[in-house]
């Protein structure tokens, strides 16, 4: 049986992954586009999909005239079903929602200390 995989932006917390690993579960770093962090989120599909997705906020915007934008990577999100788990500070959130409006339900924003959980949750 295949393990479950989470992909993750760069700058995602190592001890997050350390714990996901520690639960059974295989971590993939994944590429904005821009970073080069590994696979890139664009070239995603049925077969190279991930259980989950996690980064930072910061890591799926950008700029004007970059190739990838967010509604690009949500789009991704949405075919082939991926939750993504952007960390940001609760106190941030209302901010942060207005700076995705178009994001769908399988995009989450979580505080940092709620990821791990909500992680495993989804995983189970």
Known sequence: MTRKSVGYFEG???TLLTHIIMNGYDTVPISNGLDHHGQSVAQMNSRTRHDI???YLHKVMAEEDDDLQSGDI???????S???L???PSHLHEQARRL???APDLVELLDPSETLARALELLA
């Open 100 to 102: 995705i409006p178009d």
């Open 12 to 14: 995602t917390d190592s």
């Open 82 to 84: 991926i939750p993504l």
């Open 86 to 88: 952007l960390e940001v």
């Open 74 to 80: 949500f789009h991704i999100c949405k075919t082939y």
């Open 53 to 55: 997705l996690i980064g």
